[in-house]
């Protein structure tokens, strides 16, 4: 492969990383984002308890953390929520809240 060529190749790789980095920073959820999620899977799991209003409790109740590319929420010290690229992933760990 020509030098030139393997110059190009690595420019656009660059280019390509870039975008991704750029766009995950912009689409990085936000903690109403995560907040919505927990209060949705909260009332997925048990409509009782969506009901009831667990899920928004437990959403007023977690810290907000951003980590530039990707964010997530805790609870007393355990991840409830992950986000990244404007997704929100409720974990399970949160049943023991």
């Not at 799991?45 to 209003?53: C, I, K, Q, T």
């Not at 964010?71 to 974990?91: A, E, K, P, Q, W």
Request: no cysteine; charged share 15%.
């Amino acid at each position: 492969m020509p030098q030139a060529s393997k110059a190009s190749r690595a420019l656009q790789i660059t280019a390509a990383l870039a975008v991704l980095v750029a766009a995950a920073a912009l689409l990085n959820p936000s903690a109403e984002q995560h907040r919505k999620r927990i209060q949705d899977a909260v009332a997925e799991r048990s409509p009782l308890a969506g009901a009831l209003g667990v899920g928004a409790l437990a959403a007023f109740v977690s810290n907000y953390h951003s980590v530039g590319l990707a964010s997530y929420t805790s609870i007393r010290g355990r991840t409830v929520s992950v986000g990244f690229m404007g997704m929100v992933f409720v974990l399970d760990s949160h049943k023991d809240v």
